[in-house]
């Protein structure tokens, strides 16, 4: 098994992309999760960028990591100027990291119009700046910056930048499709020449690039590709297919413009369908987790259809499937999803099959089989619902429910007997304030509470919790936590009915109920109710249900 570098560049370039801002903290917690899940190099920012990169790499010196290697990064010696009195790469050099990156022009129209130098100077920049960093005791990560751009310009200078960086010391010369317009022929095209140019970057077998033994060579090659194609992941395969092994990329496929390659999407492709090495053994399975924290690090939400580890990656909605899977799982799964931390779903909607339907009563009752009555009278609720409107696929909380109706389980905690909703928003305020009132029934027993929220919907969750919380004082930890409205039938205006979507919390799990109405309160109330029921009536300790005593199913 072929040994492939896996390098991380989410605190740098992830950091370029739109809407992405790391604190300190939050580049030192990427870096421990990272380095948890085997990553072998994290490129972490530019010392010599602005404050925050200083500080950090101030702060990674305490850090005590198991498996990665975290790496400054910076430009080439600047025009002019000797090495040593450099000032970028004296604070580059100051990070005290053991391997830095450098990045240096691939394209002559790049080094003649925008550094303003002649071939022959920006040659004698990259090799200089690699000589004296590894004069100064650095391993050294040359990017060759428009690599793929500037070799359809001249592609013998092209490799001739790249040949002098490797030629002065550099311990790996990474491709970087700048631009992120290549074709993955193009890139084999890369570093099938570089190769051929300088033969000592064909890794042995067995050994690994860049690294001392018997086996081993003197420098490897990597490809660093972005996504404005959307061809990132595919052109990096391409590129370990031609002998690459180093691999640039961001966990979640964040970066400048459309990102870059995604590794959470690579990885598990080279590891289990390629047969190469890309993390320790047994850390494959962290990836899901770690994409996902990594995400919430961003404060963005991980894709839903991103492979191998978003939530729709194994997700089923069509009855065929969903029975074909159930027979064999590779009939409609590439991988177990268990190999990457993922998880297989069942999604409930009219064009499911029986088979999903009885794979999810089974949490309820594990004799139930497709063919029990039940099945058959939940499937045919389901689509009578449906079609009034009812989407359960995103609110399986609210499927549940339905379900343990259908089974003949009283699905009943509580009953509103009334509630009202009023809002206000003065003219000489700046706010609006939302007031509502609700009398529940419990058990015999009536509560009157009321609240102010910040909306109707707010107000109302507030109010219709504080009067249950003293019949179920576990509902003091419940929270909403998303709140979403899709209008179902937009040509009837404001009479239209709207699909409320509610996402609850607990602190430990969550869940989402639904509601439909003409009437957008209305449909909220349905939603919460359902919030609150699962909350007590499945998530809260109970017994497995026995079949009803009628013989329902």
Known sequence: MRNIDIFDTSLRDGAQGRGVSFSLQDKLAVVRCLDELGVRWIEAGNPGSNPKDADFFREAKKL????????????????????????????????????????????????????????????????????????KGRHVIYDAEHFFDARKENAEYALATVKAALDAGASTAVLCDTNGGTFPDDISWGVTALRALCPGTEVGEGGKAGRTGEDTVIAEIGIHAHNDAGLAVACSLAAVGAGATHVQGTLIGIGERCGNTALAALIPSLELKLGYR???????????????TAAEIANMALPEGMPY?????????????????????????????????????????????????????????????????????????????????????GADASFELLALREMGRTVSSFRIVSYRVTSEHPPTADIECSYAWVKVLVNGQSEIAGAEGDGPVNALDLALRRALTSFYPELSAVRLSDYKVRVINGKDATAARVRVLIESTDGTSVWTTLGVSSDIIDASRFALTDAIEYKLNVLAPFTPFAPAGNGKW
């Open 309 to 393: 580890v978003g939530s729709a990656a194994f997700s089923h909605k069509a009855g065929m499937h969903a029975d074909g899977i159930l027979k064999a799982r590779a009939s409609f799964e590439h991988v177990d999803p268990a190999l990457v931390g993922n998880g297989r779903e069942f999604l409930m909607s009219e064009v499911g099959g029986r088979a999903a339907i009885a794979e999810r009563l089974r949490k309820f009752d594990e004799t139930i089989t497709k063919v029990s009555p039940v099945v058959e009278a939940v499937s045919q609720r389901l689509k009578t619902l449906e079609a009034e409107g009812s989407q359960f696929e």
């Open 64 to 135: 005590r990591l198991e498996h990665a290697s975290v790496c400054a990064f910076g430009a080439t010696v600047k025009k002019g100027a000797k090495p040593g009195e450099d000032d970028r790469l004296q604070t580059l050099l100051s990070a005290e990291t053991e391997t830095v990156v450098i990045f240096g022009k691939s394209s002559l129209f790049h080094a003649q119009e925008i550094l303003g130098v002649s071939p022959e100077e920006n040659l004698a920049m990259i090799a200089g700046t690699v000589r004296y960093l590894r004069d």
């Open 278 to 292: 890309c993390l320790p053994e047994g850390c494959l399975k962290k990836l899901s987790e770690t994409a996902r």
